[in-house]
């Protein structure tokens, strides 16, 4: 065990490690460098303070003033011991979701830290950003294009934050059509990931749950005697949370249209049919896409999020702002709030300060436009082999409650059923990590 120069504090003994594996990785074993000698030592010299006397009288401090007490070399030791505690993908495998990107390519990075791209103020005089917003611009563009929807928001800053910017875009529009005031309903499937129904009941609206068929899919007489003109949207996941794909979703889609409501699509799988699938083609009024899924972005532990939300037609007036748009010379603006004119009367507003996240934009673009359009459509279908290959490798040793319905699509589900009582899900999750 390292210590810093001294002997571990008696609370601090670690006996034998209590992990399931007996793994290490994530135990944190080291003191602070609070817990040292004080002054006893120090890492830099400086001179004795010139003092004339103290205008603080009585309250001039009397106890030590509490620094740690290390030299320089322990000091950077400490650091690097701690920094090597990180559980890193290039270390080893991590249980986080499903969708959460595992490829990272370092080229992103290297772009990300251009500096003209993250050496920049978003209060910097638009033309001397001209690089950045074009950067935005073609970005825009791509997520249009990938998804076959007309009009894109970039602001949000994680899927959450895309559910939140679609649902008030809805709102907005009901509002217009002065419909808000009997459309107080969301319908969310049972395997909805949680933030839908916490998204549509911070908007406002009552969550009412859709069941969900044996085979793992939204069961879609159930929606069918759910919706009404008392219904604001439904949210359905696709592919969903089952890892299965709503084969019904073109019905699902016109009888939401049919009954007057909007159909907000969480996107959060894209990965998984990116390339393969338009959504604009499969009726989708409001999609948002975690650029921190499908685009790439070391994510988890706190990383950055980003979730731009591609909006149809007849959503699109009432986006967020800003957005860039192309002038007749040629430069890229922001459009917004104080310039919007006759632009976007409509738009419910902000989401965020500024503009959203520079350098998650910079990696997705630099990941959409390195890997082609044919790239992006294999990322799709090796997404979609793996899983089935991880399905069909493990479904006679493990329960796969969807196993039967059919091939998967970017995920594999298995329940704890048939395990021993004491052993639990998150005991393999924890296992894989250590
Ligand atoms: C990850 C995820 C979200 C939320 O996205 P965040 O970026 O974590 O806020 C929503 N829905 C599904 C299905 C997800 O997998």
Known sequence: MNTVGRPTAPNQVQTKPATLTGGRGLLQNEALIFEGDGWGKTGVDLPEPKTDGSDLGDLVRKDPIGLPGLSEPETMRHYVRLSQKNHAIDLAIYPLGSCTMKHNPRLNEKMAR?????????????????????????????????????????????????????????????????????????????????TNPATAAFVGYSVVEVAQTEDGRVDVADLASKLGDDVAAIMVTNPNTCG????????????????????????????????????????????????????????????PGSGPVVLSEALSPFGPLPYTARMADGTIHLIEEDNVGEEMPQSFGRMSAFHGQMGMFTRALTYILSHGADGLRQ?????????????????????????????????????????????TTLDVAKGLID
């Open 379 to 423: 990322v799709a279908e090796d997404a979609v082999l793996n899983a089935n290959y991880i399905l069909r490798s493990l479904d006679n040793v493990l329960d796969a409650p969807f196993g039967g319905s059919g091939p998967c699509m970017h995920e594999a589900l298995f329940s704890d059923k048939g395990f021993a009582e004491s052993f």
């Open 114 to 194: 251009l500096p003209g791209f993250s050496d920049i103020h978003p209060l910097q005089p638009i033309s001397t950003v001209q690089g950045a917003l074009e950067l935005m611009d073609a970005l825009a563009h791509w997520l249009k294009t990938l998804t076959g929807m007309p009009a894109v928001a970039l602001s949000p800053k994680a899927g959450a934050h895309g559910e939140l910017c679609g649902l008030m875009a809805i709102r907005a529009a009901h509002e217009a059509s002065g419909q808000h005031e009997k459309r107080r309903k969301v319908l969310v499937p049972t395997s909805a990931h949680g």
């Open 244 to 303: 299965l794909f709503e084969r019904d979703i073109l019905e699902i889609s016109r009888l939401t249209h049919e009954a007057g409501a909007y159909f907000y699509c969480d996107g959060a799988n894209f990965n998984a049919i990116v390339g393969r699938v338009r959504p604009g083609d499969l009726g989708v009024d409001a999609m948002h896409i975690n650029l921190h899924k499908t685009f790439s972005t070391p994510h988890g532990g706190g990383g």
